[in-house]
């Protein structure tokens, strides 16, 4: 059985011809895989979590919890990529948690005022407010199509603001 924490890794093992069992249908994460194996009898089952050396150790503790038996095995490593100026942008679009802490260790959070600042989902949105970036949109669903949505509906609304 396949359990994926967001719908982009489900997206790719399709890719695949592989179909994830179970993806938490709203909150793309280890909290809403959480979530959605509080009704799954896990005692004395064997799973194997596969992950990043950022990812926390919630899901695995969730898991040993409902009685599962876990090889928590870090698959791949995340590195930052250092850039040496900052391009032109109105509007800056952080698609992970980890992403605004690279962008926070290359760039001065100041570089971020006055700027329209969309998260991908709630998660992000918290660790921008941990540098002290309030976002200006974040997204219902987290994934890349829902945050093109809720961009699209956060200048929709403003326009229509400007209008009336």
């Not at 790719?12 to 011809?17: A, E, H, I, N, Q």
């Not at 928590?72 to 032109?88: G, K, S």
């Not at 600042?117 to 002290?132: D, F, H, R, S, V």
């Amino acid at each position: 059985r396949i359990m994926t924490c967001g719908a982009g890794t489900a997206a790719s093992l399709t890719s695949y011809g592989i179909k994830p069992d179970l993806t938490p249908p709203m909150i793309y994460s280890a909290e809403g895989l959480r979530e959605e194996l509080a009704a799954v009898d896990l005692v004395g089952r064997r799973v194997l979590r596969l992950r990043s050396t950022l990812a926390g150790t919630l899901l695995t503790d969730a898991l040993l919890e409902r009685g599962a038996i876990v090889d928590d095995v870090i698959l791949y490593r995340n590195q930052y990529i250092t850039y040496p100026d900052m391009p032109e942008f109105d509007i800056v679009f952080f698609a992970s948690a980890s992403a605004v802490d690279a962008f926070m260790t290359q760039f001065d959070v100041n570089v971020l005022s006055g700027k329209f600042t969309l998260a991908i989902g709630a998660p992000t949105a918290q660790t921008l407010e941990k540098y002290g970036v309030r976002c200006d949109c974040v997204a219902d669903k987290a994934t890349v199509p829902g945050a093109i949505d809720a961009l699209a509906r956060s200048f929709m609304q403003s326009s229509d603001n400007q209008s009336s």
